[in-house]
């Protein structure tokens, strides 16, 4: 009897809740820590970016018009997509940062709870970012907090899965929809934790994720006139450059600090637009 | 309008007639007679090459002269019930200068609207020459007596229109009654004297190719200037196989008669790479001759702000954002 063949998976792109090819057709290589081949991934080009900028923005609006309570609801959903496949994501994690079997676990585990603990957020960020300002005068003044709109993530090239997580939980939980580029030489765990938010109730377009080389799509997603803001953390020395490129069109920025405690409350903050409102007492 | 004579006119490399030959049609029988001459088209041929022509892609230079000639060729529409002066007024801003940020873009070729704001639109566009279409005939339709349909073409006229767009009866065209829809093109043609012509097939309606053939022929013998695919009010507008159906019906009409019919699409033509599959598709099938804003038209509103943001793109190399562009 013949030896069975295996089923290779090519990983694609998510782009507006369907699995696509770069339009260029390009795919390129990814290798596990120890240099072996591992899988073929779609190579996006700067018109997938742009297309995926399309999506985000078409679907931000019915996003940040769910509930807070909804959009709790549907960040924990993709938790629970990925705990039933967590396996899954631990060989990925485990094959491209070459950690023994216990390593990945530990950090598969930590990525799951920090979506657990953004879809926490999602009712709270109203209560502990906003609230209502004494003024002078017979006045009603309250500061809202709501989305910024399209956020850009370039994910950490190290930590494939909990940089990934990181990155794009927090603007998704305070209603952004998210453009992110994955880690150009580790994208296959976010690739597939992309993949388990195609199933989680998020409108198509919130979340779309791209693998690629940095240097093709970093440039295009900080000077991209429709993005609001963008979190630099996975563009290394390009960050200045990114940095001073993204303020032609005012973008926030998130930019890792050296000799920083993380905060993940101040990645969350970056990626929210606060109003303020004036109301009249008594009428 | 100044047409071209007819021996300028190329279609694929084949110099048209100089002696005009249209063929008259004085009965029903004489026009039916014509109309069953005609081939059938063939759908799957048909299809394949819209398939190829549209993986053609236009880049850097000639990307900005098609963006520019695209630009120049919309019929900025707005055929809305809800339409107010104000709207029109703006509207007719832009359409003479698109782009306020930059004077290099040039203007489009008319605003269209509804007849009662004619008189408003030609007003706001007095000293330019983007011409002012109004719909008429009972729009869209074209469910009235002639004698309705012959009088709102009047009052569109008395206004001031350039450019009219009738609506053809589809259902006489449906039931077989093709010497009335000529007929009445005819007396809406004698109505508009001057202004241009524009016939609406609404080929979304006439359900096969071989209609959408039969009735660009109705059309041209019946002295259209242009022949236009739809009014944009129904669930299929203007598609690429429909467009090239139309251009091989003009281009075949202009090497039998020596006169040249113009072409618009009109309605769901949103993106710049669908316009340029067009523009494709005009200089593969009736040659550059036709690509001028004096026959070959878009009918549209939101085409207009995704040709400027393409444009500003390949000027700038930044995606910009679509509020950069006003809205109506």
């Not at chain 1, 090819?21 to 970016?49: H, I, M, P, T, W």
Request: hydrophobic share 45%; aromatic share 6%.
């Amino acid at each position: 009897m013949s030896e069975r063949l295996e089923v290779n998976k090519t990983f694609k792109l998510v782009v507006k809740g369907a699995f696509v090819r770069s339009e260029s057709g390009r795919s390129y290589e990814v290798r596990d820590a120890a240099g072996g081949f591992l899988a073929n991934v779609a190579q996006a080009s700067r018109k997938d970016l742009r297309d995926a900028v399309v999506a985000a923005r078409a679907a931000q609006g019915a996003w940040w018009d769910a509930s807070a309570y909804n959009r709790g609801q549907v960040l924990y959903r993709w938790a629970e997509m990925a705990e039933s496949r967590r396996d899954e994501l631990v060989d990925l994690v485990g094959a491209v940062e070459g950690h023994k079997k216990k390593d990945a676990l530990g950090h598969v585990g930590r990525a799951i709870d920090r979506i657990v603990w953004y879809a926490g957020w999602t009712d709270k960020v109203a209560q502990v970012l906003g609230g209502a300002n004494p003024v002078a005068g017979p006045f009603f003044n309250f500061s809202q907090p709501g989305p910024c709109g399209v956020v850009g993530v370039i994910a950490p090239q190290e930590s494939s899965l909990e940089g990934f997580v990181n990155c794009v939980a927090a603007p998704l939980c305070v209603g952004n929809a998210v453009v992110a580029v994955a880690s150009e030489q580790r994208p296959t765990p976010a690739l597939a934790l992309a993949e388990m938010s195609v199933t989680s109730d998020f409108p198509p377009g919130v979340l779309n994720v791209l693998s690629g080389f940095g240097a093709e799509l970093m440039g295009q997603l900080a000077s991209h006139g429709d993005v609001d803001g963008i979190d630099l953390s996975g563009s290394g020395d390009a960050a200045d450059e990114l940095a001073r490129v993204a303020a032609d069109s005012i973008k926030r920025v998130y930019r890792e600090r050296s000799n920083d405690v993380e905060n993940p409350l101040r990645r969350l903050r970056t990626f929210v637009e606060t109003t303020t409102v004036w109301h009249t007492i008594g009428q | 309008m100044a047409s071209l004579r007819p021996a300028e006119v190329r279609a694929r490399g084949v110099l048209i007639p100089t002696v005009v030959s249209i063929p008259s049609i004085d009965t029903d029988e004489e026009l039916r007679r014509h109309v069953r001459s005609l081939s059938g088209v063939d759908a799957v041929g048909l299809e394949s090459r819209v398939a190829k022509l549209g993986t053609r892609s236009l880049k850097l230079s000639t990307k900005m002269t098609a963006i520019d000639l695209a630009i120049s060729m919309v019929d900025l529409t707005t055929l809305e019930g809800a339409d107010t002066p104000g709207r029109v007024s703006s509207l007719c801003a832009k359409a003479r200068r698109p782009d306020p940020t930059d004077a290099v873009v040039p203007h489009v070729a008319a605003v269209c609207v509804y007849p009662d704001l004619v008189a408003l639109a030609g007003r706001a566009l007095a000293d330019t020459s983007v011409a002012v279409a109004s719909v008429a005939t009972a729009f869209p339709s074209g469910r009235a007596s002639l004698g309705v349909k012959l009088h709102d073409v009047a009052e569109a006229i008395d206004a001031g229109a350039d450019e009219i767009d009738m609506v053809i009866d589809r259902g006489a065209f449906l039931a077989g009654r093709w010497g009335q829809v000529f007929d009445e093109i005819v007396a809406v043609k004698a109505a508009c004297g001057d202004a241009h012509l524009k016939v609406i097939l609404e080929t979304g309606e006439l359900v096969t190719y071989d209609n959408v053939k039969r009735a660009s022929w109705i059309a041209m013998l019946a002295g259209a200037d242009f022949i236009k695919t739809s009014t944009g009010k129904v669930g299929v507008n203007a598609t690429l196989p429909v467009a090239l159906v139309m251009l091989e019906a003009v281009r075949d009409f202009a090497e039998l008669s020596g006169r040249v019919t113009g072409v618009k699409v009109a309605g769901g033509i949103r993106g710049t790479k669908d316009a340029l599959r067009y523009l494709v598709l005009v200089n593969e099938t009736v040659g550059d001759a036709w690509l001028s804003p004096e026959y070959f038209r878009f009918g549209a509103s939101s085409l207009l702000n995704d040709l400027l943001m393409q444009r500003r793109k390949q000027l700038s190399g930044v995606y910009p954002r679509p509020d950069e562009f006003s809205g109506d």
